[in-house]
């Protein structure tokens, strides 16, 4: 993480932690928070240098987007801040593929935190003498998740790379991008819960603050199985022999 990025976590530890987060989606108002975040400049991170703003790519934007994820965020930033790199204010009004790959990367942050809490549970609940984090069956959970969790994140990448000075994500790579962060999404959110036992579907515990929106961002802008018909339409109009050449041809960054 980047010292940009480094400081947004800090914005966001401070400004945004669950008792905020409860608060606004409670129906108290978020204005404070917008102010702080319009305070920050992060909301013009991507606005070109020539308008005022920092003049941040998509790639460089990646952990702002996924940061916002890992501290649930409960206002539209990221999507604020690629609309006004397009030089309106309407996060509901971005191409597909762009709301898509700002997406995927918040996906990447919510499941980092949520293997997160998963693990420290594991390693704090005790049953029969000693840690369930001991126990084989909780191990191989944790060890999916991170899998998941790691794969969700590189793909989430591989859609934020390329020649995004127009922030115009390439459509098969986004397509990677979020069918393979929501289908970790569909995968963590519920192991997570296993988890962590009755305890973990009670609103007081900070993992539903994840989990919900997992669930919802695995919905939104396109689902993994509308995405995935783009990617298998493209391999069979590629007419190559493997689609291992299709990935490192269409896919992988240069």
């Not at 993480?1 to 987060?21: G, H, K, T």
């Not at 909301?43 to 790639?59: C, I, K, N, Y």
């Not at 969700?152 to 991008?177: E, H, K, T, W």
């Amino acid at each position: 993480m980047n010292e940009f990025a480094a400081s947004l976590d800090r914005l966001l530890a401070d400004e945004c932690p669950p008792a905020v987060v409860r608060a606004i989606e409670r129906g108290a108002s978020a204005e404070a928070l917008w102010r702080a975040l319009e305070r920050s400049g992060y909301l013009d991170a991507l606005v070109p240098e020539s308008r005022g703003g920092a003049g941040l790519g998509l790639a460089d934007a990646f952990d702002l987007f996924a940061l916002q994820g890992r501290h649930a965020v409960p206002v539209p930033m990221a999507m604020t801040m690629a609309a006004r790199a397009l030089g309106h204010d309407r996060p509901d009004a971005l191409p597909r593929e762009l709301a898509a790959v700002v997406t995927s990367a918040q996906i990447a942050g919510a499941l980092e935190r949520v293997l997160e809490l998963s693990v420290a549970f594991a390693n704090q609940r005790e049953q029969f003498g000693r840690p369930i984090g001991k126990f084989q069956a909780i191990q191989h959970q944790l060890a999916v998740m991170a899998e998941q969790v790691t794969a969700a994140r590189m793909a989430a990448q591989i859609g934020c790379q390329g020649d995004n000075a127009s922030l115009v994500p390439d459509r098969l790579r986004a397509a990677v991008a979020k069918s393979r962060a929501s289908e970790a999404a569909g995968i963590v959110a519920p192991m997570a819960h296993a988890i962590h036992g009755a305890i973990g579907i009670t609103a007081e515990l900070d993992l539903q603050l994840y989990t919900r929106r997992l669930h919802a961002w695995r919905a939104e802008h396109g689902s993994e199985l509308a995405w995935n018909r783009v990617l298998g339409q493209a391999v069979l109009e590629a007419d190559v022999p493997l689609t291992l050449d299709f990935m490192r041809g269409a896919l992988l960054p240069a």
